[in-house]
């Protein structure tokens, strides 16, 4: 790295700063869809000490403000696009067959399930109904918004600190999820711990966040630019192709090539926190539909859209 170059690792350097400003747009059906305002700038994208596809870490910029959904995509609001998507349930460990699992399908739950060729029609038919320019996020929007101005592995701070007020990670609720057998269909089964020195499921022992399974959009806390959820919970699609490092914008990694593997972002309620920091990257091809993977919106800024 030229020092130029390093000159510039100022990590999170803001161009344009602006207060939380909030975008909101109709769906149709009684649903609307919140936006927040994420400002432009630079910021170094990737973990110089991370894995292979983490690095090399490098300078990119953001060059135009835009709004992202504040939390990810619900299963009300996509109905409104595809009412006939199921999200459907989530595993149960040691469950017989009376019982499909834990449910996945609240109205209120991120929608998963939905591959990325799904979450790319459900943006193109965004733009038709409202007139905006809707697309899933850039590799590099989606980190710079979930970084939020913060050079460390979460706005948090980093693996020893305490996720369970800001995210839903595979916690140490997680070994509860093994189900006893009661002796009947339709009885309330109680939820028994796997040992603690089995390692699975993988999960986190130290901390306990809000719920063991996927969960309401919204119930941890915001990041500093109002974003909801970009770590765990689900996890979420990006524009990009799963390419090699450094990123380039301009490479053809968003040109939006459906045979081309997909990167995704954020970890998921079933992820272990170091499986969802903000660099961390996994690959899907567009066809597949993940258990725990759904999307959030970006729009870019129009004319009419005033940044102070």
């Not at 499909?100 to 399930?113: A, E, I, L, N, S």
């Not at 901390?207 to 806390?221: E, H, L, S, T």
């Not at 490479?251 to 272990?272: I, M």
Request: glycine share 8%.
């Amino acid at each position: 790295m030229s020092a130029n170059a390093a000159s510039e690792l100022q990590l999170g350097r803001i161009d344009q700063v602006a207060p939380i400003t909030t975008k909101t747009i109709i769906l149709g059906e009684g649903q609307s869809m919140t936006f927040r305002l994420i400002p432009a700038g630079k910021f170094v994208m990737g973990r110089a000490d991370g894995r292979p596809d983490e690095k090399p870490a490098c300078v990119v910029e953001i060059a135009k403000p835009f709004w992202l959904s504040e939390t990810e995509v619900r299963n009300d609001q996509y109905a409104v696009f595809d009412p006939e998507h199921d999200s459907g349930w989530q595993d149960i460990f040691d469950k017989d067959h009376a019982a499909p699992g834990y449910p996945g399908c609240h109205r209120r739950m991120p929608v998963v399930r939905v591959s990325w060729n799904e979450a790319s029609a459900f943006c193109a038919w965004l733009s038709k109904k409202t007139g905006e320019k809707a697309s899933l996020p850039t590799e590099a929007q989606w980190e710079w918004a979930a970084r939020a101005g913060t050079d460390t592995l979460f706005p948090w701070g980093g693996l020893d600190d305490d996720f369970s007020p800001y995210a839903n990670f595979a916690d140490a609720d997680v070994r509860n999820m093994k189900l006893g057998w009661q002796g009947k269909a339709g009885a309330i089964r109680a939820r028994r711990p796997f040992r603690i020195d089995q390692n699975y499921p993988l999960h986190e022992e130290r901390w306990k966040d809000d719920w063991f399974n996927i969960n309401y959009v919204g119930r941890a806390d915001c990041n500093l630019w109002g974003l909801y959820d970009m770590h765990g919970n689900a996890a979420e699609w990006t524009r990009s192709d799963y390419a090699p490092y450094p990123y380039v914008d301009s490479d053809g990694r968003n040109a939006g090539n459906a045979e081309k593997k997909k990167s995704v972002r954020g970890g998921s309620f079933a992820s272990r926190p170091r499986d969802g920091t903000s660099a961390c990257r996994l690959g899907y091809w567009p066809w597949q539909k993940v258990y725990d993977v759904g999307f959030r919106v970006v729009l870019e800024m129009s004319p009419a859209d005033c940044v102070e």
